[in-house]
């Protein structure tokens, strides 16, 4: 080799992701948002979602096909932006969420108004996202996992210890 050719170095991207914002890959906020927005959607057009034979809502994921619980799908995206929103100091709109839920879970009617207030939620959630580093989105993820797997821990640790 040449003294005037060097050799090519390996491009290793930093452990941030280079800094990339969200909304340099909306694909990571289609992914979180989608199934959500779609059920909303779905709710709005046929007035129902799709449920199993005991009555509880689902709903298939795009990416992997699987199916899904719609009310504890949508508490873990409102507690994970709940941590968010603790760290940095925003006021998210969560209760619509909560209630949505709640209502989703207890097979209650929904109002129209309840609608408007979750697609609003979502949009305020959608735009908080695009606004996060894609390594901070994945911060916050593992760190609500990690929070579910402790939770979960302590619960079986409970149970066992009471038997």
Not at 71 to 93: F, N, Q, V
Request: aromatic share 6%; charged share 25%.
């Amino acid at each position: 080799m040449s003294r005037t050719k060097k050799p090519r170095k390996a491009h290793r991207p930093a452990w941030n992701g280079d800094g990339k914002k969200v909304h340099q890959e909306q694909w990571r906020c289609a992914a979180v948002f989608g199934p959500m927005e779609s059920i909303v959607a779905g709710i709005e057009d046929d007035g129902c979602t799709l449920s199993t034979l005991d009555g509880t809502p689902v709903f298939q994921d795009a990416l992997d096909g699987e199916w899904y619980q719609i009310a504890p799908s949508l508490e873990g995206l409102i507690e994970a932006y709940e941590l968010h929103s603790k760290t940095h100091h925003r006021d998210l709109p969560m209760r619509p969420l909560r209630v949505f839920a709640t209502k989703l879970a207890h097979s209650m009617p929904l109002q129209e108004s309840d609608i408007a207030e979750v697609r609003a939620s979502l949009a305020a959630l959608r735009a908080e996202s695009m606004q996060m580093t894609v390594a901070y989105a994945r911060k916050l993820i593992s760190t609500y996992q990690a929070r579910v797997a402790e939770e979960s821990k302590k619960a079986s640790d409970q149970r066992s210890a009471s038997h």
